[in-house]
């Protein structure tokens, strides 16, 4: 028996490792004729605003995090090879790992594909891995790419 994805979300975070991954879920896609979603999560900084700021104003706020996830879509998209596949970006705010199963809930992902890490050495001894937490509680099979 044979297992062909119809649906692939690959999710990045603008590190080379997220890239790596991206290119080997679409070659994947390619291959099988799935749909590709390419999907990023930006998480709120607390206190971005410095430490005794008041906080600045929602939208700029907002005008940040989007121009975020505008960057790193762009570099993902100039860096993978999408020709012939069908696929569309999406963007989240919120925690990465969160995000991104109810993404893959709400498309119906037949498969995630990530990088091995892409958060920094802080956020793993915080948070614990994004991709451990994926691996642990995605709706959907995961290949993690080092």
């Not at 979300?9 to 070659?27: C, N, P, Y």
């Not at 121009?67 to 989240?92: F, P, S």
């Not at 119906?108 to 091995?116: F, H, N, P, Q, S």
């Not at 920094?120 to 959907?140: I, K, Q, T």
Request: aromatic residues 4%.
């Amino acid at each position: 028996m044979t297992w062909e994805p119809n649906v692939i979300v690959a999710a990045v975070d603008g590190s080379d490792r997220s890239i790596k991954a991206t290119r080997l879920a679409a070659e994947m896609a390619r291959r099988n004729g799935s749909k590709l979603h390419i999907l990023t999560v930006v998480r709120p900084p607390e206190g971005w605003w410095g430490i005794g700021g008041a906080p600045p104003p929602a939208r700029a706020l907002s005008e940040s995090l989007m121009e975020a996830q505008k960057e790193v879509l762009d570099r993902t998209v100039a860096e993978v090879d999408l020709e012939g596949i069908d696929y569309q970006v999406g963007e989240e705010l919120g925690d990465p790992a969160s995000a991104i199963v109810h993404y893959c809930e709400d498309v119906e992902a037949d498969l995630l594909v990530i990088g091995r890490r892409g958060a920094g050495l802080m956020e793993r001894f915080v948070m614990g891995s994004v991709a451990d937490r994926l691996v642990h509680y995605s709706p959907c099979p995961v290949v993690v790419v080092p």
